[in-house]
């Protein structure tokens, strides 16, 4: 199958921003739960995806998580196991440690308040 290739010749790629911060990225749980840092209209946030695994996490600052793809269980600080689905969100308190658990990869923002 041919590959087709649109091209643009008036569109040319622009460097020119505001912000020269590079994007941070972290890497944890030898490289099995890894994020993107940015900034959106809620403030700091990261954007990452888990592979299947059982994770503990701890916080820094209280925090959202939302779920954008595949099926997240999380056990928060005195809370029963609960199943996460796409869209749907859990919020953390800062100082806490809580754990998750995935049977497929999991995709995920999470918003620092």
Excluded at 4 to 12: E, Q, V
Excluded at 42 to 61: E, L, N, R, W
Excluded at 90 to 113: G, H, K, L, P, R
């Amino acid at each position: 199958m041919p590959v087709i290739m649109f091209i643009c010749p008036n569109i040319k790629p622009n460097m020119s921003t505001t912000d020269t911060t590079p994007v941070s990225h972290n890497s944890y749980f030898e490289g099995m739960v890894q994020s993107l840092g940015l900034l959106t209209e809620k403030g700091k946030a990261t954007v990452g995806v888990m592979k299947a695994g059982k994770y503990t996490f701890g916080t820094s600052s209280a925090e959202e998580m939302v779920i954008i793809s595949g099926e997240l269980s999380a056990k928060l600080p005195e809370c029963e196991w609960a199943i996460y689905l796409p869209e749907q969100s859990f919020t953390i308190a800062a100082n806490e440690s809580f754990d998750v658990s995935c049977d497929m990869d999991v995709a995920y923002i999470c918003y620092y308040q």
